[in-house]
C-alpha cells in the first residue's frame, strides 16, 4: 500500500520508489506525473510552464483514498495507487486506471528498464463503451473517430503525431511526451506507451463542450496569433518553379488574368546546395528585385528551407565543429540519402539539431543573412520531422538526448526557432508551412498542411477526416496540396475531375494552397513537373476553378472573423458537426462533412463520377441551400444535385452569407 502526501497544490502518492505527482494545471486540468527517482525531473515537453497556477483547489487525504480537484475535474487515488478523473460536477467517470488488476497483470503505470537511464514506459486505462477519440494529429488511416486504432506516435512524412485526443466522454488527454511511442485505443484497454523515457507525463482536462476543452488546451500549450489578413488568400505553388524568371512569369499572368494570389512558392532547389541556405545566384540573380515586383503586385513570397545540411555545405564544417548537428549513435552521421545541386548520383546529408538553442540561432542568423535580407519573409519548413532514412530513431542523438527519447519535438523546436527569429527581427505577421508539427505548434504560427500524398480519389477522402483530427489537436491552421502531390496528370480527364472536386474542397479549408508534382515530368529531380497552374488543366476547368477563386475571396472577411476566435479561444475554423451540434447524436458519426465556422455546413464530393450526394442537416438549424432558395428544417438527410461545378454547400438560417455564394451554385 502507498502512502499520501501533500506539497502545497500537490498531491501526491508514493509506494517504494514509484511516486507520482498531481498537480493542478490551467483550468478544469490536471498533471500528473511518475517516476522512480523520487523527484520530478524537467525533461522536454508541451506544456506552458505557467500553466499550473490555479485559485481554485482542493485536496483531501483519508485512509482509503485521496482526492484533488480542480474546479470541474477531480482526481481520486486510491492507496493502492489507481487513478480515477471524475467530473467534479456531474460525477461522471471521464478516465480512470483499473482499480485492482490482477497480480500476473502489468500494473497501471509500468516502468520496464532500457539501456542507461531510459525506461520502456506504459499507463494503463481501462475502456470504456461507445468512447470515441479524435485528435491525435495528422494520419493517413481515413477515419476520424479513432476507437480501436493503433496509433503510432512517430513523425514521419503524411503522419504527424500531435499526442493530444478528445473524447467524447468530454475531457482531452494529452501524452506530454515527445518519446517515439504509439497509443493503443482498444476496445479491452487504452495503453499509452513511450519507448524509451524517463518519467511518466500527461495532462488531463475536462468541459462541458468540445469548444471548452479547446479553449483550456490552447490556455496551457499557446493561443494561435491573428492569422495575418493576406495569408487566408490563395497560395500557388508547384514543383517547382526553376528560376526567378519562371516563377514571375507566373505570377504575372495571375495579374494579367485578373486572378487573386496572395502567396508564390519557390520549392525546394532555390538554393545552391542543401546547408547553404541562400538563393542559387545561377538561378535567382535578384532576389530582393522579385521580391519587390511580387510586393507591388499584392503578392508574397514564400521560400522553402529544409534542416538538411550537405558535407559539401559552406556551413557544413563549422557546424560540426560547434556541435549543432543531429549526431549518430553508430556510424557516420549521414541521416537522409537525396540528391543535391552538383552531384552526380546519391548526396549524403545530415540534419541541423533544431534541439539545440545554439544551431536555432545559427540557422536563423544564416536565413536571415541570405534570405530575409533580400525581402524574404515566409518560411515554408519541408522534411523536417526529420525525414531520416531509414527512420531508426534509437540511432539519432539530439541535444536534448537520444532520438526515442526527444525525437518527436523536433519540428516543435523547428518552428520555434523561425518564430522567434521573426520575432527578434521585429516581425508581427509570422506565418510557416511546415510538413510535421508536435503539440503546441500552433503558438509558433505554424500551418500544417498533410504532406506527400498521392492524387487519387481515396487521398482526398482521408484528407477530409486527417484536417478534422488536425483541428481536434489543436492545430486551427491547416491544409492539404490541392490535388495531392504525386500521380496527377494534368492531361488526364479523370485528374481534372479531381482537381475540381479537391479545389472545391480547399476553398473551405484554413490554408488555401495549390501544389503538386504534376505529369508529364520534364526530366528527373530536381528538374519540375508539369504546369499546376489553375489554367493547366483545360479551359472548362479553369473556368470552374476561376470561380472558386473569387468564391475564396468572397469568404475571407467571414474567415477572418473565425480566426479571431481561433486566436482567442482556440475553436478551429474547420471542425467535426458534433463540435457545433453536440446534442445531435447523428453528428458524431459524420465523417465527410464539416462546419466552416458557426454558419457553413460543407459536404464535399469526395468519388470520381458522382454527381450528386447525401447530406444530413444537425439539429438546431435551419439550413438553406448556398447560392440557392430552397431551404430545410434540420434533423434530416437529403439528396443535393453535385454536378462537377458545385460543391454542396449549406447556410444556417439567420446570417448574410447568401450574398458571398453565386446564385445557382456554391
Not at 500557388?236 to 508564390?264: F, N
Not at 521585429?426 to 506527400?452: C, F, M, P
Not at 438527410?637 to 445557382?664: C, H, R, Y
Request: hydrophobic share 40%; charged share 20%; aromatic share 12%.
Amino acid at each position: 500500500m502507498g502512502q499520501f502526501f501533500r506539497e502545497g497544490q500537490i498531491l501526491i502518492w508514493q509506494e517504494n520508489q514509484q511516486k507520482v505527482w498531481l498537480q493542478p494545471w490551467g483550468k478544469n486540468g490536471l498533471r500528473c506525473q511518475s517516476n522512480l527517482v523520487g523527484e520530478r525531473l524537467n525533461l522536454p515537453q508541451a506544456l506552458l510552464e505557467n500553466g499550473h497556477t490555479s485559485l481554485n483547489v482542493d485536496i483531501e487525504i483519508g485512509e482509503a483514498h485521496a482526492v484533488i480537484r480542480c474546479g470541474s475535474i477531480q482526481a481520486t487515488v486510491s492507496r493502492k495507487g489507481s487513478i480515477c478523473y471524475t467530473n467534479a460536477r456531474s460525477g461522471a467517470v471521464l478516465l480512470e486506471e483499473p482499480a485492482d488488476p490482477p497480480y500476473y497483470a502489468p500494473p497501471n503505470r509500468h516502468f520496464l528498464p532500457r539501456n542507461g537511464r531510459l525506461f520502456r514506459i506504459e499507463a494503463w486505462f481501462k475502456s470504456q463503451p461507445g468512447e470515441r477519440f479524435y485528435g491525435l494529429g495528422q494520419h493517413q488511416h481515413g477515419l476520424l473517430d479513432q476507437k480501436g486504432c493503433v496509433i503510432e506516435l512517430k513523425q514521419r512524412n503524411t503522419e504527424v503525431a500531435i499526442p493530444f485526443l478528445i473524447s467524447n466522454r468530454q475531457y482531452g488527454f494529452l501524452w506530454n511526451n515527445p518519446a517515439v511511442g504509439r497509443v493503443e485505443l482498444g476496445n479491452n484497454a487504452t495503453r499509452w506507451v513511450a519507448d524509451g523515457s524517463q518519467q511518466l507525463d500527461y495532462y488531463i482536462v475536462c468541459g462541458e463542450s468540445y469548444a471548452e476543452i479547446l479553449e483550456s488546451y490552447a490556455d496551457v500549450t499557446g493561443r494561435t496569433p491573428p492569422l495575418p489578413d493576406w495569408a487566408s488568400g490563395f497560395w500557388q505553388c508547384r514543383l517547382r518553379y526553376e528560376t526567378q524568371d519562371e516563377l514571375l512569369q507566373v505570377a504575372r499572368e495571375y495579374k494579367a488574368r485578373g486572378l487573386p494570389l496572395s502567396v508564390i512558392v519557390a520549392d525546394f532547389f532555390n538554393w545552391s546546395r542543401m546547408g547553404d541556405w541562400r538563393f542559387d545566384p545561377a538561378c535567382w540573380p535578384d532576389p530582393a528585385g522579385m521580391v519587390r515586383e511580387l510586393e507591388d503586385m499584392g503578392v508574397k513570397l514564400m521560400v522553402s528551407v529544409w534542416p538538411t545540411v550537405s558535407p559539401l555545405s559552406e556551413n557544413y564544417a563549422t557546424m560540426r565543429e560547434r556541435g549543432l548537428l543531429v549526431n549518430s549513435e553508430y556510424g557516420i552521421d549521414a541521416f537522409q540519402v537525396f540528391l543535391d545541386n552538383d552531384i552526380h548520383g546519391p548526396a549524403y546529408l545530415a540534419y541541423y539539431d533544431a534541439t539545440h538553442p545554439e544551431a536555432r540561432e545559427f540557422i536563423w542568423e544564416t536565413i536571415q543573412k541570405n534570405y530575409y535580407a533580400q525581402g524574404v519573409r515566409l518560411w515554408w519548413l519541408d522534411s523536417d520531422e526529420p525525414d531520416a532514412t531509414p527512420w531508426n530513431p534509437e540511432n539519432l542523438r539530439f541535444h536534448i538526448g537520444n532520438g526515442v527519447e526527444v525525437a518527436n519535438i523536433y519540428p516543435l523546436l523547428h518552428q520555434m526557432a523561425f518564430y522567434d527569429g521573426m520575432r527578434t527581427a521585429g516581425e508581427t505577421e509570422i506565418v510557416t508551412l511546415s510538413r510535421s508539427g508536435w503539440a503546441g505548434s500552433q503558438r509558433y504560427s505554424s500551418a500544417i498542411w498533410s504532406g506527400d500524398i498521392a492524387s487519387t480519389f481515396e487521398a482526398l477522402q482521408a484528407q477530409v477526416r486527417a484536417g478534422l483530427n488536425m483541428a481536434m489537436s489543436g492545430i486551427p491552421w491547416w491544409t492539404t496540396d490541392i490535388g495531392g502531390f504525386h500521380g496527377g496528370d494534368i492531361r488526364s480527364h479523370s485528374f481534372r475531375e479531381l482537381m475540381v472536386r479537391w479545389f472545391q474542397y480547399g476553398i473551405f479549408c484554413p490554408i488555401c494552397r495549390l501544389h503538386g508534382h504534376r505529369m508529364p515530368f520534364k526530366g528527373d529531380l530536381p528538374r519540375s513537373g508539369a504546369e499546376n497552374e489553375v489554367w493547366s488543366f483545360g479551359e472548362d476547368v479553369y473556368a470552374i476553378l476561376r470561380e472558386l477563386l473569387f468564391l475564396r475571396e468572397r469568404l475571407r472577411p467571414y474567415l477572418h472573423q473565425q480566426m479571431v476566435l481561433a486566436s482567442e479561444t482556440g475553436l478551429p475554423p474547420m471542425r467535426p458537426l458534433f463540435v457545433d451540434f453536440p446534442d445531435d447524436a447523428v453528428c458524431e458519426a459524420i465523417e465527410d462533412q464539416f462546419m466552416f465556422g458557426p454558419d457553413i455546413l460543407v459536404a464535399p464530393v469526395l468519388c470520381e463520377g458522382v454527381r450528386e450526394r447525401r447530406v444530413y442537416l444537425p439539429v438546431g438549424a435551419d439550413w438553406a441551400i448556398a447560392g440557392r432558395d430552397a431551404s430545410y428544417s434540420g434533423g434530416q438527410w437529403i439528396d443535393v444535385a453535385a454536378p462537377l461545378e458545385t460543391i454542396p454547400v449549406f447556410l444556417k438560417m439567420g446570417n448574410n452569407l447568401q450574398e458571398v455564394f453565386p446564385s445557382g451554385r456554391a
